[in-house]
């Protein structure tokens, strides 16, 4: 029983390892490495969750309820429903699963333990081969391949260092840069920049109790200032998208930041959820609304369409294809699913590492991949599953 648990443990950590190879390899060894490890801590997970569902909230209950309920609508509702409720399942099964794991190490430090021990090794295998490969490519120009890995790569090597003291570490800690240099990965500088502001930011409020009295000043002040950022934002971009009128924009924000096309599929999506802005038109259907798949026919985006394949952009993503109505609870969902990973434990260490696992993660989204994307999905919910469990050992044993 003990050597299947540990096979398990194996399946999961190195299941990342697969990830750089194929992406049904990684989730059938990730799936069932818990599911393993489900199976011989079942009554273990039942007495925990039965402590835990008793200190839940009538107010976490009814967000949890009308995420389902708005989420099933817009699926229902979706132009794509096979793909829309394909899509609900597996988001709520990563959540299921990734609490099952935190329920089953929380009080099973061997298996925290060898489990963090197996991450580390498997991503600095990971960030070995990409530097080798990304080396070898330098002249061939084909050093995008791994661009998306190297993401989750940077929130790892960062998290790594609140979950195990290892000196595989270093070799995820002393390649990164070059990786993320060499593979071009700009979201992965905009969330270690976004993550270090933010971390930054709650350091000085615990430390400075001027700034901790003057919480829910800055908080007010920080939401309008947001508030308007997003209408000048989306001021400034596209909203006639007809050849003429997309030849004659001028593009007030910087291209260097931001570049035309992804400004071009934002103001396009904007505009087509303007046309349902309550429940959208359906998870994982952007790029079949009509009108997306037709090419832009712009000089700075040549053969390229309205929505390639999703807007490249998360917070967009989901208002698009959920609405306001999804939108609003899915993020009331993931704020209290934070927040109790927040009171594990009070250690400064910790606070900072789930602050920038979140900022890094979600700001990265921003510009990256599909939220969707099943991969980047599950390594969210089981990064945070992974730091709740330490936190909550360290607790523990203090």
Same mark, same amino acid.
């Given at each position: ?101 935190? &329920? ?32 070898? +490519?330098?002249?061939?120009?084909? &050093? ?31 390649? @990164? ?68 009128? &997309? ?57 390229? +369409? ?7 952009? %998360? ?12 939108? %609003?609870? =899915?993020?009331?969902?993931? /704020?209290?699913? +934070?927040?109790?990973?927040?009171? @594990? ?16 993660? $979600? ?5 990256? =991949?599909?939220?969707?994307?099943? $991969?980047?999905?599950?390594? /969210? %919910? ?17």
């Amino acid at each position: 029983m003990t050597k299947l648990s540990d096979y398990a443990i194996l399946l999961i950590g190195f299941s990342f390892l697969f990830l750089l190879l194929n992406k049904i390899a990684f989730g059938v060894s990730l799936i069932l490495g818990i599911l393993i490890l489900i199976f011989f801590n079942l009554e273990a997970i039942i007495i925990k969750s039965k402590r835990i569902f008793k200190k839940i909230s009538k107010y976490e209950v009814l967000i949890t309820s009308f995420f389902l309920f708005f989420f099933f609508i817009s699926a229902f509702l979706s132009i794509k429903p096979y793909r829309s409720f394909l899509v609900i399942i597996y988001l709520n099964l990563f959540i299921i699963l990734s609490f099952f794991v935190f &329920l089953i190490l929380l009080e099973n430090k061997k298996k925290a333990i060898f489990l963090f021990k197996i991450l580390s090794i498997s991503f600095a295998a990971n960030a070995l081969l990409i530097f080798i490969y990304n080396v070898i +490519n330098y002249d061939f120009h084909e &050093l995008s391949k791994f661009k998306g890995f190297v993401n989750l790569m940077t929130i790892f090597t960062v998290l790594n260092c609140f979950l195990i003291k290892s000196k595989f570490n270093y070799i995820t800690i002393f390649l @990164l840069i070059p990786n993320i240099i060499m593979s071009g990965s700009s979201a992965s500088i905009l969330g270690i920049l976004i993550g270090i502001f933010l971390c930054f930011i709650f350091f000085c409020y615990k430390k400075l109790q001027v700034l901790y009295k003057l919480k829910y000043f800055l908080l007010t002040v920080s939401f309008c200032i947001s508030i308007i950022l997003s209408f000048l934002f989306y001021k400034n971009l596209p909203n006639k998208f007809d050849q003429k009128s &997309l030849a004659n924009f001028e593009f007030k924000i910087p291209t260097d930041l931001i570049d035309h096309h992804r400004q071009i599929i934002w103001g396009f999506s904007i505009q087509k959820f303007i046309l349902r802005p309550l429940f959208g038109y359906g998870q994982d259907s952007s790029n079949f609304i009509d009108g997306s798949q037709v090419d832009i026919g712009s000089k700075y985006t040549g053969d390229m +369409n309205f929505i390639p394949s999703h807007p490249h952009n %998360f917070l967009i993503e989901i208002l698009l294809e959920t609405g306001v109505c999804g939108t %609003f609870f =899915f993020i009331l969902l993931i /704020y209290i699913i +934070n927040v109790r990973v927040w009171k @594990l434990h009070q250690s400064l260490k910790f606070k900072l590492h789930l602050i920038f696992l979140n900022s890094f993660f $979600w700001s990265s989204s921003f510009v990256n =991949f599909s939220f969707w994307l099943g $991969w980047w999905q599950a390594s /969210y %919910f089981l990064l945070l599953s992974l730091i709740a469990s330490k936190a909550f050992i360290n607790k523990i044993e203090k």
